[in-house]
């Protein structure tokens, strides 16, 4: 049962895919969040921000795929921020500053795109858009820069645009020779003029 407005409304699972929006900041709210709040997948906005939030960040939130701004800063949330958040391809703000967030931040063009400040006041997450590297990085940076010296370092965008390359190549070639193979004209045409 939820007063809003001055009227009590029953929220229950079947009218529950109807809620588009929660916003719940500077209420003081303790505790930690419900995993179940996952379970509201047709949520585009989702704002506990200010409050005395506790524990993890429910790592299913990923599934909700819909979800458009994300806003937990200003709480006590520790732990990693969950890498099934990489999947949430419709998020275009998230605010998780000023917690106790540690760890990697999961690789995705979104999570990556957003402004630091977003990630700032949490003095154990790493990776970019921080500039904080992470220790892993280094490790393996130094390795991968003595791999790239002995001319053994190609990553993956270098390998998927040769792959690009090549199959532009053969389908071009094939195009071309294929025109010139099936239409008579065309070939007489090409030889008499080269």
């Not at 999961?106 to 006041?121: A, I, N, V």
Request: charged fraction near 20%; hydrophobic fraction near 35%.
């Amino acid at each position: 049962m939820i007063q809003w407005q001055g009227t009590e409304r029953e929220f229950i699972r079947s009218n529950m895919k109807l809620l588009r929006s929660i916003d719940l900041s500077s209420n003081n709210l303790t505790g930690e969040i419900p995993y179940q709040i996952t379970n509201l997948d047709e949520l585009i906005a989702l704002n506990l921000s200010k409050n005395a939030l506790l524990g993890k960040i429910p790592w299913k939130i990923g599934q909700m795929k819909n979800l458009l701004v994300l806003d937990l800063s200003r709480n006590n949330f520790s732990g990693e921020i969950p890498s099934s958040m990489s999947q949430m391809a419709s998020l275009n703000y998230l605010d998780v500053s000023y917690n106790n967030l540690s760890g990697r931040i999961p690789s995705s063009t979104q999570l990556q795109s957003f402004d630091p400040s977003r990630y700032e006041g949490n003095l154990g997450l790493c990776g970019p858009p921080l500039t904080k590297k992470c220790t892993r990085d280094e490790e393996s940076g130094i390795q991968h820069s003595i791999g790239e010296s002995e001319g053994e370092g190609i990553d993956e965008l270098d390998v998927w645009f040769y792959i690009g390359e090549a199959i532009g190549f053969t389908v071009g070639f094939w195009i071309a020779c294929g025109a010139l193979l099936l239409n008579r004209r065309g070939r007489y045409a090409f030889f008499y003029i080269s």
